[in-house]
């Protein structure tokens, strides 16, 4: 068939114009470079496709099937066409975009509203998910982009970084004066006597928080599992305990004094978050788009 694809092109072209020679002014091509290719298509297909007579020709029945269907097909990839050229002048696309519920709420939402503002034709389908999830789903090409925390074992990924993050310890300090009164303590011991509240085991920030806890030998002996970062911040702000939870998403309890930060002898160190994109499938146009304009805005964390 694909050596046929050019012999089907003049076939529709004759049969629409309804002669060899308006054909041929239409395909700019020769009348005897058209009479070739019909006659090539006919011997290839076993058949006659025209009857010729003094005003040009006419389908024959097997010929006007043929044309029946290549009617529909080229029909098809106009229409395709169009709807490239649609998608080019209108930004019309779609993306799938995997991210955590905390960067999801603190570092995309915000961004989202201009961005549909700016490309309202563009459909985005979030999928909230932990990093690791993420990834997998980056892998079996489910999704578009990733917002994730960079990994060290990114595999096959590219990462766009938008910049640093930090994990901090805060509390109130009416939790810290009391924790005081209840037993005097220095700044890493207040994990032994606070009750520490924590992300759950399958986020990446739990596990960065538990190799820090260990490589510096903090004990806790009164933990508890939180499912999201929102949560965290509300029981910490209620004084239900000590919550580890990203600077940049506090910082307004912070200058108002609702948390204070609890200062350690070892500060954590500042992880990166950005956008990851699969090396092996190229960004579709709208996916290009995004992140493009995600660069020039202004306040994402």
């Known amino acids: ?59 024959t029945e097997e010929g006007s099937i043929l044309f029946k269907y290549l009617d529909s097909a080229f029909s098809t990839i106009s229409t395709a066409e169009e709807q490239i050229k649609r998608i080019k002048e209108l930004d019309i696309g779609h993306i799938t975009i995997g991210v955590s519920t905390t960067l999801c709420k603190y570092v995309l939402l915000p961004y989202l509203q201009k961005f549909i503002e700016q490309c309202p034709h563009i459909r985005i389908t979030i999928e909230c998910q932990s990093t690791d999830k993420t990834l997998q789903l980056l892998e079996e090409n489910k999704i578009d982009i990733g917002l994730i925390g960079k990994s060290n074992t990114l595999k096959n990924i590219d990462f766009y970084s938008l910049g640093e993050i930090e994990d901090i310890f805060v509390a109130t300090n009416t939790y810290l004066n009391n924790l005081k009164i209840r037993d005097a303590v220095g700044s890493n011991d207040i994990f032994k006597t606070a009750t520490l509240m924590l992300l759950n085991k399958e986020n990446m920030t739990r596990q960065y928080i538990d190799d820090y806890l260990i490589e510096n030998m903090i004990e806790t002996n009164n933990l508890i599992e939180i499912s999201t970062m929102d949560l965290l911040i509300e029981f910490a702000k209620i004084g239900l305990g000590v919550a580890c939870v990203i600077k940049e998403f506090v910082k307004l309890d912070l200058q108002n004094k609702t948390l204070v930060q609890i200062p350690l002898k070892q500060p954590l160190n500042k992880r990166e978050i950005g956008f990851a994109y699969s090396k092996n499938i190229p960004l579709s146009s709208a996916a290009e788009n995004f992140i493009r304009s995600f660069q020039e805005y202004e306040g994402a964390i």
């Open 1 to 59: 068939m694909d050596q046929n694809l050019s012999l089907y092109k003049i076939f529709y072209t004759v049969a629409i114009a309804g002669n060899i020679s308006k054909a041929a002014k239409e395909l700019y091509i020769s009348q005897p470079a058209i009479s070739k290719s019909i006659t090539k298509l006919e011997q290839s297909l076993d058949t006659i496709l025209f009857f010729r007579n003094s005003r040009g020709v006419q389908l």
